[in-house]
């Protein structure tokens, strides 16, 4: 066996906190190698560490059975290393050919970027991996999966023969999930090496070769996907049986705590985002949102919490008119809020953990006591949380940034969950993190819907929408084109809808 990488001995250590030890990995070449593991497991670490984003404590790397020392991104790039990373890195205003030439420009006379030759060179990588992409298109333009492949096209022109794809079907819909596996596939058949992080064991199941779990910051099982199955993989993972949410026994109520009708909004440009949308949530239930990133999921939660006011129509949150509402209003009101981007619009990092618990609910008890924030309320409802929701961390006081972004989530949805919203807005609510968060998410989430809540899940994860969801609408351009029955729906239709494709 040709080996591609192998990694012996790797530690890694933080103040107070142990990222790798005792890394063994060894990825023969030409395969894809998953590597799993809960949130803060020391995935992310050891990425950084074999990209050269990080320097290892201790350990040795071979690349192409030859030992290597890795201290930059550009050192990694030398020796045949890129990584395409979960949020992609493209212009929207520049093409395609000019997103992947740059910074790696080739130039003529030393002077001017040979686009002729990185033209010749793209397409020379177009057609022999097979990743149907065309140079000219404007990258504003393109689906999300069209863009993953220009990432990977990226790397690919930068001369990578090893390949770290991080949660790479995060955002797409089955149809470009097929896609892509097709794509790597293509890739390995033509020797490159492909290391796939992901949380979806289903997928890690299909598309993998070997294994590798890891658990507290170590390798603890190396396994090849015929002799295992999803139920072992988790139970490597959290080191014991994986839990199981509790079913939902009751019906949504006749109480609505959204009321969207015919609302239509602009952009400050004029604009037109959102049109004509028609939206109800009753209390007890729980509405999915499918839809491609991008069509109005962002906006329509932003007109639900009266921060973007309806041109036309009405938007009715928790009995509150948002035309005449503010946010502080909506929120002190009973709405909960579970952001899809924790760490820009749900923490502040530089914070401790206990005055996290107090952002967004500085007005509204126990968070405060008249005019003043309430620091010993604030302290124990932490506690609360980080037991509740089971956040690995050791005290209240740690920073935000010092956790992993799985208990960064598990620690928001507490805080959003407390005091029994009316209403809870979860936008990808448990994207990026491992099994054992999402079991323990999901069950929340279940949990809030039996006790009247009503819930708008917003998730590219169509396994969670069908899972949880008591009705899916579609959004696509702007609009809600449908409405489904998750009982009798399957996900490739779901896909479609998702496409604007009408289903039978």
């Known amino acids: 066996m040709s080996v591609a990488i192998e990694l012996k001995g790797i530690e890694k250590n933080y103040p107070g906190v142990v990222a790798n030890h005792d890394v063994d990995i060894t990825i023969a070449k030409g395969n894809i190698h998953a590597i799993i593991g809960e949130n803060g497991a020391g995935k992310s670490t050891l990425m950084k560490i074999l990209y050269g984003m990080v320097k290892p404590d201790a350990g040795t790397i071979a690349i192409f059975e030859s030992p290597a020392t890795i201290k930059s991104p ?15 890195m493209l212009a929207d205003n520049a093409t395609v050919l000019e997103n992947i030439v740059l910074g790696s420009e080739p130039m003529k006379a030393k002077v001017v970027v040979d686009y002729a030759k990185a033209r010749e060179h793209l397409q020379s990588i ?62 390995t058949q033509n020797g490159l090496t492909i290391i796939f992080i992901s949380h979806k064991l289903d997928e890690v199941m299909a598309i993998a070769d070997s294994i590798t779990v890891m658990r507290h910051g170590t390798t603890v099982a190396n396994l090849v996907p015929a002799k295992t199955n999803k139920k072992e993989l988790a139970e490597y993972m959290i080191g014991g049986e994986l839990p199981s949410p509790r079913p939902a026994t009751t019906k949504p109520r006749e109480e609505k705590v959204l009321v969207v009708t015919n609302a239509s909004a602009n952009d400050r440009t004029g604009r037109e985002i959102l049109h004509s949308i028609n939206l109800e949530i009753h209390a007890g239930e729980i509405l999915g949102l499918a839809g491609v990133e991008g069509n ?161 899940l917003v998730s590219a994860d169509l396994d969670e929408l069908f899972q949880l969801s008591d009705r899916i609408a579609v959004i696509f351009r702007g609009t809600i084109v449908d409405y489904l029955d998750p009982r009798k729906t399957t996900p490739e239709q779901l896909g479609l809808a998702m496409t604007g494709e009408k289903i039978a």
């Open 126 to 187: 177009i057609k022999t991996y097979g990743l149907d992409i065309s140079p000219d298109d404007l990258v504003a333009d393109l689906g999300v999966g069209v863009r993953q492949r220009v990432e990977i096209a990226k790397v690919l022109f930068r001369g990578a023969k090893i390949l770290i794809l991080d949660e790479p079907t995060a955002v797409l819909v089955p149809q470009e999930v097929d896609d892509l596996f097709k794509n790597l596939k293509g890739l």
């Open 296 to 456: 109005g999921q962002s906006e329509l939660i932003e007109l639900i919490m009266g921060l973007v006011k309806p041109d036309s129509g009405s938007v009715v949150t928790v009995g509150l008119n948002t035309q005449d509402s503010t946010l502080r209003e909506i929120r002190d009101h009973g709405v909960g809020y579970i952001p899809q981007d924790r760490q820009r619009d749900g923490l502040m990092m530089a914070a401790t953990l206990w005055e996290n618990r107090i952002l967004g609910h500085q007005q509204t008890k126990p968070m405060s006591n008249g005019v003043w924030i309430d620091k010993g309320a604030a302290k124990a409802d932490s506690e609360r949380i980080i037991e509740e929701f089971d956040v690995r961390t050791p005290s209240n006081t740690v920073l935000a940034n010092a956790l992993s972004g799985g208990n960064q989530q598990k620690f928001i949805v507490g805080r959003e969950m407390s005091g029994d919203p009316k209403m809870l807005i979860a936008a990808q609510p448990t994207r990026g993190v491992d099994v054992g968060a999402q079991a323990i998410i999901w069950d929340h989430l279940i949990e809030a819907r039996l006790k009247g809540t009503g819930v708008l």
């Open 74 to 88: 550009q050192d990694a790039i030398g020796l045949g290393i890129g990584m395409v990373h979960q949020h992609f």
